[in-house]
């Protein structure tokens, strides 16, 4: 930042140890600005603001490893189908253990702490969990079948039609699952208010006939967007 060639921008995030032994991360964010021209151009001052991200970076941390909680038990359930399939012919209760199978899919699917949806590639709601119900309306006898855009803030939805276009390109072009995308964005509750919510998202191609899905994650990070604001006002005063 402090080099006279550059622009002088300054943006980095970065753990400091307070005195008590803890350990907190913090976000600077600030400009250099230089006195003199050409070869005579110095660094005079620096001015920013310094802001700690701490309970940012846990929920971040948190969410990470919710997904990989979910990848893994979605990679489980996948191997055990796989298994089934090969032995379906030698099992004279092959039928009992695929529902037993597709149950035990269903209850973790059902009870999952976090909104969990699955949808089209073009955002149709085919799947929902309690807590998705429970987020965007326990009531809405219409979530599943329903466009998850109907959900979105209407000043959100040009920016989501537009996430959504690029993950219809990437399933086009590379046929493999994985490839998250994050981003915040408000969604509507029961009763009209909206939310600001965090959605991780990743596309899953379709196996065999099937069309390829999207799965969400979804979260409500209202109270955490409200400490943000009341940190950086307390901070500008």
């Known amino acids: ?139 809405d006898p219409d979530l599943t079948g329903s466009l998850l855009i109907r959900f979105v803030h209407p000043r959100d939805r040009k920016a989501f039609r537009t996430r959504l276009k690029e993950l219809a390109v990437l399933q086009l072009n590379y046929h493999v699952s994985g490839n998250y995308r994050e981003w915040e964005v408000r969604l509507r509750q029961q009763g009209g208010s909206y939310f600001d919510a965090s959605i991780t998202v990743t596309m899953v191609p379709g196996i065999q006939k099937e069309p390829a899905s999207l799965r969400w994650l979804v979260r409500d990070i209202s109270a955490r967007k409200m400490v943000q604001q009341a940190l950086q006002e307390s901070q500008e005063r």
């Open 1 to 139: 930042a402090a080099d006279p060639a550059g622009t002088g921008d300054l943006e980095l995030e970065f753990r400091v140890v307070w005195p008590d032994g803890s350990m907190h991360w913090l976000s600077a964010k600030g400009r250099v600005s230089f006195v003199g021209e050409g070869e005579q151009r110095q660094p005079a001052r620096l001015l920013g603001i310094l802001r700690d991200i701490t309970e940012r970076k846990l929920a971040e941390a948190k969410l990470e490893n919710t997904l990989q909680e979910l990848q893994e038990a979605e990679e489980e359930l996948t191997a055990q189908n796989e298994e089934l399939s090969t032995t379906l012919s030698y099992l004279e209760n092959a039928q009992t253990v695929i529902v037993a199978e597709r149950r035990r899919y269903r209850d973790l699917f059902d009870f999952a702490p976090d909104a969990y949806l699955v949808t089209s590639v073009e955002g149709k709601i085919g799947e929902a969990n309690e807590a998705a119900y429970n987020l965007l309306g326990s009531k």
